[in-house]
């Protein structure tokens, strides 16, 4: 070697030692222990709960079986004969259903994805890539789970088991070719939204999470050499980071989940750029907080979507309070996320299907799991209730909950208005009728088209029903769900209503009575809404108004849908007329009546359910219009009644009374301005204006 060769070679090696004490500087955080989600200290606290809370023994216990079992349980599921990640990239798990009846599909292995209502056999694209889908979760749930049971047991064993699927994704993560949603190749944002594992960013910062957690249990101990921690570190989770941190959304909810990922990397590598990405970004937590929430619900307008998105900002908050920053202090819309729900429950603890929600979560135990770290940050009463009410029994109860809750009740749900979030919540002063009336923000790609739509709960039941959401791979959810006719509300001319944010006239809770005035927005050029709920412990009173602004006629329609089977009084005749589309397509078995008078019509569910529904004439003549719709259910059909009036302007009163009621009303009568309501037993009036004004009378 000649001198000069020599020197270059020097320099070579002062670059390179450079360069390797750089990455060991770095390394003291990758071989830092435990500090994402919990320490050390931590799980000795938590083997000491187990030992005296029962519990707490049992999701121990829980997290120690699912680790032995994995992968075990990982390949019998998937038809698998050795622990292989899946061969390509996932898929959207919304297209993995029935064709013919929305059911969701069922996995025969190794290959047959079958239908278990018609026995319908699918095979191939897309449905075997969203099996592997579901084989990157069930990994990544595994690893997690033995990295936790190594932590509660010291059983090395747990550790390799955790640290090998770590392994496996970071020799393989770059190879999955970047890739979207099949079929929607046309769609905005196709690339920009994709990821390598999964067909959407949203499943990879969701597994990433995962991934980064697992990392931070085991990454201090000896079952990686430090070219495996570097392997790990820069190929997988900070690649998988880097795909999560593309870009803002596509909708609100991906984006909290894509910031709890990026925040989750940020805090694994001390990565401080990703962190403020994550939490102070354009479009990080902060913003969220501050742009998305309102009166505590989530822009979304779907409280499915509101408790997904509060997963990943539930678990940035912890993260950031073991990095010393106090979201959920600093960020008080966190905790309202929380809190606003309760709001909305109806009186079985299922909360009403609005916008993409599925309508009968029993909201309260299947996210109980959140309120338990939402309480030891924030020590809110309900909180504690809740998740005592659920028995404690969920993972996150054991890993971040407090030691123990004595006793817990949720307070009596009041009538409620939440004029920003555009809800009203009105409950009977005695018994459970429960109305809700949406009136707000549109929700964006989750939003329907439904402005003063609202669901009517009683006798333990929901009655007056939304249809929600089926799984996006369902054509109806795009020409049923969202639409105007497949709501409680008025439509136009029979088309959709335009997006459009409603506003809050007037409220009034009473001893007696509760009452909303809500206007739609601008949901229809040329014609205004309004429409006026009053809601006593026997029935509801719904006035709506529709308007023209320019003097031009129009078909109102007021839309109405109730479990059961319906009746009506009069002479119906077979119809055929509606137009093919925006949802009156799906409308069947239609008929129709001239009425001039009042429409009486009764929806029977079974002996102890019924909706009776007067709509009085006021004097014009109605076009009435019978028959079934869909509903939540895809199998079940649901009866609709529509009303139609034409003219320049429309005034529906109806009054909505479940049954069978122990009065019954006999008659309901408009005269001077005022609504009368008889029953055997009583005489009520309704004064609606401004401030509406109430009377009853007993009967002797
Ligand atoms: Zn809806």
Avoid at 131 to 136: C, F, G, H, L, T
Avoid at 140 to 146: C, I, K, R, S, T
Avoid at 232 to 246: G, P, Q, S
Avoid at 547 to 554: A, L, W
Wanted: charged share 20%; net charge negative; glycine share 8%.
């Amino acid at each position: 070697m000649n001198p000069q060769d020599r020197s270059f070679f020097r320099l070579q090696w002062a670059a390179l030692l450079l360069i390797a004490t750089g990455l060991l500087a770095s390394r003291s955080i990758a071989q830092a222990p435990p500090h994402l989600l919990l320490s050390p200290a931590d799980f000795t606290r938590l083997n000491e709960l187990a030992r005296t809370q029962p519990w707490a023994a049992k999701q121990r216990a829980a997290i120690l079986k699912e680790a032995d079992e994995f992968p075990d349980s990982y390949e019998k599921r998937f038809g698998l004969t050795s622990l292989e990640l899946p061969p390509e990239g996932g898929q959207w798990a919304h297209d993995y259903v029935c064709p013919d009846t929305g059911t969701e599909l069922k996995f025969h292995p190794p290959d047959e994805h079958v239908c278990t209502d018609t026995g319908r056999v699918m095979k191939g694209a897309p449905y075997d890539q969203i099996v592997y889908q579901d084989r990157a979760f069930a990994l990544d749930e595994g690893a997690l789970a033995a990295a936790l049971a190594y932590r509660l047991t010291g059983d090395h064993a747990y550790a390799v088991k955790g640290a090998q699927i770590l392994k496996l994704y970071a020799d393989r993560y770059l190879t999955y070719p970047l890739h979207g949603i099949m079929g929607r190749e046309q769609s905005p944002g196709f690339t920009l939204f994709g990821g390598r594992v999964f067909a959407q960013t949203l499943d990879e910062a969701e597994f990433l999470i995962n991934i980064c957690w697992t990392y931070d249990l085991l990454r201090d101990t000896d079952v990686f050499t430090p070219q495996e921690r570097t392997h790990i570190e820069r190929d997988l989770i900070y690649a998988a980071a880097m795909i999560c941190d593309r870009s803002k959304g596509p909708t609100d909810n991906i984006s909290s989940w894509t910031n709890g990922a990026v925040a989750a990397a940020g805090y694994v590598l001390d990565d401080k750029m990703l962190v403020d990405q994550a939490i102070d970004g354009p479009w990080g937590f902060r913003f969220q907080m501050k742009n998305y929430v309102q009166d505590g619900f989530w822009i979304e307008g779907a409280l499915g979507y509101q408790y997904y998105a509060l997963e990943p900002l539930e678990y940035t908050a912890m993260m950031a309070k073991r990095a010393g920053v106090d979201l959920w202090k600093q960020e008080p819309n966190l905790g309202a996320l929380f809190e606003s729900p309760l709001g909305l429950i109806l009186p079985d603890g299922t909360t009403p299907g609005f916008n993409d929600a599925r309508a009968e979560r029993h909201v309260l135990d299947e996210r109980a799991h959140l309120y338990e770290a939402a309480y030891s940050a924030l020590g809110n009463k309900d909180f504690a209730a809740i998740n005592f009410n659920a028995g404690r029994a969920n993972r996150d109860a054991f890993l971040f909950g407090v030691a123990s809750i004595d006793a817990g009740s949720l307070p009596k749900p009041k009538s409620a208005v939440f004029p920003d979030a555009g809800y009203a919540t009105l409950r009977a002063p005695v018994g459970d009728l429960t109305e809700i009336m949406k009136f707000g923000p549109f929700g964006g790609s989750h939003g329907h088209f439904d402005k003063l739509t609202e669901i009517i709960f009683a006798k333990g039941v929901t009655m007056s029903v939304d249809p929600g959401t089926q799984r996006y791979g369902m054509p109806s959810h795009y020409t049923w769900d969202k639409v105007t006719v497949a709501h409680n509300t008025v439509s136009v001319d029979e088309a959709v209503q335009k997006p459009a944010t409603g506003k809050l006239v007037a409220w009034q809770a009473e001893p007696e009575f509760a009452a909303v005035t809500a206007d739609a927005g601008p949901v229809y050029d040329g014609v205004d809404l309004q429409r006026t709920s009053v809601l006593t412990s026997d029935y509801v009173l719904e006035i709506t108004t529709a308007k023209s602004t320019d003097g031009k006629e129009h078909d109102f329609d007021w839309n109405y849908h109730n479990y059961g089977v319906q009746h009506a009084d009069g002479t119906f005749a077979a119809y055929s007329g509606f137009p093919q589309k925006d949802g009156y397509q799906h409308l069947e078995q239609n008929q129709t009546a001239a009425i001039s008078g009042d429409l009486h019509t009764e929806f029977v569910m079974d002996k102890d359910h019924e909706m009776n529904v007067w709509v009085l004439g006021g004097g014009v003549q109605s076009q009435v219009f019978t028959g079934l719709g869909l509903g939540p259910d895809l199998p079940v059909k649901i009866p609709y009644v529509i009303v139609r009036r034409h003219g320049v302007e429309a005034r529906f009163v109806a009054v909505l009374e479940p049954g069978p009621a122990a009065a019954g009303i006999v008659s309901v009568t408009s005269a001077g301005g005022k609504i009368r309501i008889m029953s055997a037993k009583w005489e009520d009036t309704i004064e609606p204006g401004e401030k509406i004004a109430y009377h009853r009378v007993s009967l002797p």
